[in-house]
T-cell receptor
Framework: AQSVTQPDIHITVSEGASLELRCNYS??????LFWYVQSPGQGLQLLLK??????LVQGIKGFEAEFKRSQSSFNLRKPSVHWSDAAEYFC??????????????FGAGTQVVVTP | NAGVTQTPKFRVLKTGQSMTLLCAQD?????MYWYRQDPGMGLRLIHY???????AKGEVPDGYNVSRLKKQNFLLGLESAAPSQTSVYFC?????????????FGPGTRLLVL
């Protein structure tokens, strides 16, 4: 079974500074990888996803993530954070076997606080 | 399009009471899911459905039942609520199979069981 670890529960970053959120996964084969964002009181919204090909993936809102198979990581980055990026971010992994399609395993989430 | 909607937004129950949470989607998606979100635990899959009339257990199915009588609706039932079921419940849907599909989430239902 797949699993996901987000080592950082909480990150504080200044507006305009860069942001990197860590995600490590455990899975026997190449997984499907996702980053979702949850604004306060809202549901989750997909930022980006990876399933094959180029290991650097571009998403919405200026985010990108890089899949590193050797490190079992899928870290999320943004060069310059805006106050509206304050939210909780979830990494998720999905298996490529048919009987597990759609059954995502989510990390515990990283809360991002943006200071002026 | 409304996307994924959930009813109600908030509910307080007493231990032992029952209730049904309704999820509706207008995107003609085949797959629908119910998750619960608890602090420090991310989202955990309760039940899911791969099409009208089908349901399957997820990671934490105990104490919940589901039904998918219509393609656009997915109901989550609590027959006898327990304080451990205090949580935020999210419904999601996705287009067909493949594993790589984006899941679209509703705004959530906050449930408090006293």
């Amino acid at each position: 079974a797949q699993s996901v670890t987000q080592p950082d529960i909480h990150i504080t970053v200044s507006e305009g500074a860069s942001l990197e959120l860590r995600c490590n996964y455990s899975y026997g084969a190449t997984p499907y990888l996702f980053w979702y964002v949850q604004s306060p009181g809202q549901g989750l919204q997909l930022l980006l996803k990876y399933f094959s090909g180029d290991t650097l993936v571009q998403g919405i809102k200026g985010f990108e993530a890089e899949f590193k198979r050797s490190q079992s990581s899928f870290n999320l980055r943004k060069p310059s954070v805006h106050w509206s990026d304050a939210a909780e971010y979830f990494c998720a992994v999905g298996a490529q076997v048919p009987d597990s399609w759609g059954k995502l395993q989510f990390g515990a989430g990283t809360q991002v606080v943006v200071t002026p | 399009n409304a996307g994924v909607t959930q009813t109600p937004k908030f509910r307080v129950l007493k231990t032992g009471q029952s209730m049904t949470l309704l999820c509706a989607q207008d995107m003609n998606h085949e797959y629908m899911y119910w998750y619960r979100q608890d602090p420090g635990m991310g989202l955990r899959l309760i039940h899911y459905s791969v099409g009208e009339g089908t349901t399957a257990k997820g990671e934490v199915p105990d104490g919940y039942n589901v039904s998918r009588l219509k393609k656009q609706n997915f109901l989550l039932g609590l027959e006898s609520a327990a304080p451990s079921q205090t949580s935020v419940y999210f419904c999601a849907s996705s287009y067909s199979a493949g594993g790589r599909e984006t899941q679209y989430f509703g705004p959530g239902t906050r449930l408090l069981v006293l």
